[in-house]
């Protein structure tokens, strides 16, 4: 029941290839989308900080750009679990890769569904992601707006 030879091993490494690249490519999207959050929890930091000193229209337009900040943040927070999901799923693929030639089993349905669900979770990451973008737009127009009354 066990690989007899390393030759038998070899396809297994080279259909494996594809979903170990997807994990590596995941692990630089996880780092952007990590560093993207790290700055939205600094700047409503800085924000909630100087909403303490302000009142009137400025407290109104630093409580808006909070409010962006707050969704980016839940919208960056779900891209990152889904993205945590989608690398997760294809460490599975790769597992069952292996113990499907191993052991001889023959899964095609678990292995497609994994598949699947891996990818879907990966668009789903880089949907909430393009949200998160345009997110940041809405925060840097309200900031603009801010400055042009000073001015």
Not at 106 to 115: A, G, I, N
């Amino acid at each position: 029941m066990i690989i007899k030879t390393i030759h038998e091993l070899v396809p297994v490494l080279q259909t494996a290839i594809g979903p170990v690249i997807l994990i590596s490519g995941l692990g630089l999207l996880l780092l952007t989308m990590t560093n993207r959050l790290s700055r939205v929890i600094d700047r409503s930091r800085e924000l909630l900080d100087e909403s303490d000193k302000l009142f009137g229209v400025d407290r109104t337009r630093i409580d808006r750009e909070i409010d962006v900040l707050w969704r980016r943040a839940r919208y960056v927070r779900n891209a990152i679990l889904l993205a945590v999901a989608s690398c997760l799923g294809a460490a599975t693929l790769i597992i069952l890769l292996f113990l499907t030639s191993l052991l001889h089993f023959d899964l095609p349905l678990l292995v497609s569904t994994v598949f699947i669900i891996s990818m879907l979770c990966l668009i789903g990451s880089l949907v909430l992601f393009l949200f998160d973008v345009n997110l940041t737009l809405s925060a840097l127009r309200i900031e603009f707006e801010g400055h042009r009354k000073k001015n």
